[in-house]
Nanobody, 121 residues
Framework: QVQLVESGGGLVQAGGSLTLSCAAS??????MAWFRQAAGKEREFVAH????????YYADSVKGRFTISGDNIKNTVYLQMNSLKPEDTAVYYC????????????????WGQGTQVTVSS
């Protein structure tokens, strides 16, 4: 059983930055992603990275502001978030899937517990 543990959330002013981390307890499937869920809204895809090859892709809403990266040795994925906006406020989750380039939550097998990010205006 793989456990994913997120950290790094918090309160930040608009325009600020945060870096989230997701540590896996064991070697996971090949693809990691970040999702987020704002209060009263559905969970939405944010960014994806493949352990094999390191390819990444992003939701349009975060492209150019967020960067996903991974450390194979530490089994850890990061999400660097810059130029944060109030609409980025959400609980952020990392997730793991055997499938490449998927954005649907149901296609992810393992999930972390989430970390809250709040961006004040």
């Amino acid at each position: 059983q793989v456990q994913l543990v997120e950290s790094g959330g918090g309160l930040v002013q608009a325009g600020g930055s945060l870096t989230l981390s997701c540590a896996a307890s064991a070697r996971t499937f090949s693809n990691m992603a970040w999702f987020r869920q704002a209060a009263g809204k559905e969970r939405e895809f944010v960014a994806h990275i493949s352990w094999s090859g390191g390819s990444t892709y992003y939701a349009d809403s975060v492209k150019g502001r967020f960067t996903i990266s991974g450390d194979n040795i530490k089994n850890t994925v990061y999400l660097q978030m810059n130029s944060l906006k109030p609409e980025d406020t959400a609980v952020y989750y990392c997730a793991n899937s055997p499938l490449l380039y998927v954005r649907t939550p149901s296609q992810y097998i393992y999930w972390g517990q989430g970390t809250q990010v709040t961006v004040s205006s």
